[in-house]
């Protein structure tokens, strides 16, 4: 009876917490002169950023900020070209043409499309919300480095949509968007790849023995397996949660969140933005579980919606 009352429990606070507002940041917040609140350098949660702890993040404006394009290599597609034509022709790897302009490499390519890559590393465009640090973080590169190559100081403001090189990236979260994704333009790409072992929907719940709506859906794969970002949003929560044991919540545009479940432990903390692809977390065996897996939800707002309507 104490298990079922968990498993209750569960259903009743994971909507609350995602109604009640994300889950303050655990370290210290750093103010700067324009009043903006931004996180702190350098966590070392994800990758090694280095130890930038002096230097403050550039303020993300939502407005419409300079191209850079000196910095960048800018194609124009012509009539039936292919992205391998287009690598070929700037020099880059096609790995390095999909990243900088994310595409998922099954796209069609229309005349007049205008390409950017670099041969100095991957071009990253800025999404709103998003910190310097953020993506240092996303990258693994030295925040220093970062403004360095892009002439940014502490009191530049950078925009959402703007271009800049992350340089000397040759790989990144992007070749996992690619894999994941199946090579198919999606909104939200599978977490790992991993036997779908139950799915959404009305089941008998493998440890308890009790018919129950599962909330989303199980993939088997071994624990410390990575697991990725699905889509780009901002870390909403991590924690511990009664059945989902230790549980990361993304919350996504267009009131989407993800929730992925009996995890081993994160990369990753609240209020950090985070890329599709990026790997946020490790599988586990937390929680009520019958066995090392990943448990997967998709919800709109507090609602769970079946993935599978979502999943390339």
Same mark, same amino acid.
């Given at each position: 009876?104490?298990?079922?009352?968990?498993?209750?429990? @569960?259903?009743?606070?994971?909507?609350?917490?995602?109604?009640? $507002?994300?889950?303050?940041?655990?370290?210290?917040?750093?103010?700067?002169? %324009?009043?903006?609140?931004?996180?702190?350098i350098d966590d070392g949660t994800t990758g090694d950023a280095g130890d930038d702890s002096s230097i403050d993040d550039a303020t993300v404006d939502d407005g419409v900020g300079p191209i850079r394009s000196e910095r960048f290599l800018v194609h124009t597609v012509d009539d039936g070209e292919s992205i391998a034509?287009?690598?070929?022709?700037?020099?880059?790897?096609?790995? #390095?043409?999909? @990243?900088?302009?994310?595409?998922?490499?099954?796209?069609?390519?229309?005349? #007049?499309?205008?390409? =950017?890559?670099?041969?100095?590393?991957?071009? &990253?465009?800025?999404?709103?919300?998003?910190?310097?640090?953020?993506? @240092?973080?996303? !990258?693994?590169?030295?925040?220093?480095?970062?403004?360095?190559?892009? %002439?940014?100081?502490?009191?530049?403001?950078?925009f959402a949509g703007d271009r800049i090189l992350i340089p000397g990236a040759t790989t990144s979260f992007w070749n996992n968007a690619v894999a994941l994704s199946k090579g198919v333009s999606t909104q939200f790409i599978w977490p790992l790849e991993g036997e779908l072992v139950s799915e959404f929907g009305w089941?008998? *719940?493998?440890?308890?023995?009790?018919? *129950?709506?599962?909330? $989303?859906?199980?993939?088997?794969?071994?624990?410390? +397996?990575?697991?990725?970002?699905?889509?780009?949003?901002?870390? !909403?929560?991590?924690?511990?949660?009664?059945?989902?044991?230790?549980?990361?919540?993304?919350?996504?545009? #267009?009131?989407? =969140? +993800?929730? =992925?479940?009996?995890?081993?432990?994160?990369?990753?903390?609240? $209020?950090? !933005?985070?890329?599709?692809?990026?790997?946020?977390?490790?599988?586990?065996?937390?929680?009520?579980?019958? $066995?090392? &897996?990943?448990?997967?939800?998709?919800?709109?707002?507090? !609602?769970?919606?079946?993935?599978?309507? =979502?999943?390339?």
């Amino acid at each position: 009876m104490a298990v079922v009352a968990l498993i209750l429990l @569960a259903i009743i606070v994971i909507p609350i917490l995602i109604r009640s $507002g994300r889950a303050p940041r655990d370290d210290s917040l750093v103010v700067i002169d %324009d009043g903006t609140i931004l996180g702190p350098i350098d966590d070392g949660t994800t990758g090694d950023a280095g130890d930038d702890s002096s230097i403050d993040d550039a303020t993300v404006d939502d407005g419409v900020g300079p191209i850079r394009s000196e910095r960048f290599l800018v194609h124009t597609v012509d009539d039936g070209e292919s992205i391998a034509d287009i690598a070929t022709v700037l020099g880059v790897t096609i790995s #390095n043409l999909l @990243a900088s302009n994310r595409l998922f490499g099954g796209e069609q390519l229309q005349p #007049n499309q205008v390409l =950017y890559a670099s041969d100095r590393g991957i071009v &990253h465009i800025i999404q709103l919300g998003q910190t310097l640090s953020d993506i @240092a973080r996303s !990258y693994a590169v030295p925040l220093e480095t970062l403004m360095d190559a892009n %002439d940014l100081t502490s009191s530049s403001t950078i925009f959402a949509g703007d271009r800049i090189l992350i340089p000397g990236a040759t790989t990144s979260f992007w070749n996992n968007a690619v894999a994941l994704s199946k090579g198919v333009s999606t909104q939200f790409i599978w977490p790992l790849e991993g036997e779908l072992v139950s799915e959404f929907g009305w089941r008998v *719940h493998p440890v308890l023995g009790d018919r *129950h709506h599962h909330d $989303g859906i199980d993939l088997d794969v071994p624990e410390g +397996t990575a697991v990725h970002a699905t889509a780009a949003g901002e870390v !909403y929560f991590y924690g511990e949660q009664p059945g989902y044991g230790n549980v990361l919540i993304i919350e996504h545009a #267009n009131g989407f =969140y +993800t929730l =992925y479940g009996h995890l081993s432990d994160s990369f990753v903390f609240a $209020g950090q !933005y985070v890329e599709m692809g990026q790997a946020v977390a490790r599988s586990g065996n937390t929680g009520i579980s019958s $066995g090392p &897996h990943l448990h997967f939800e998709l919800r709109n707002r507090e !609602y769970p919606i079946d993935p599978a309507r =979502y999943l390339p």
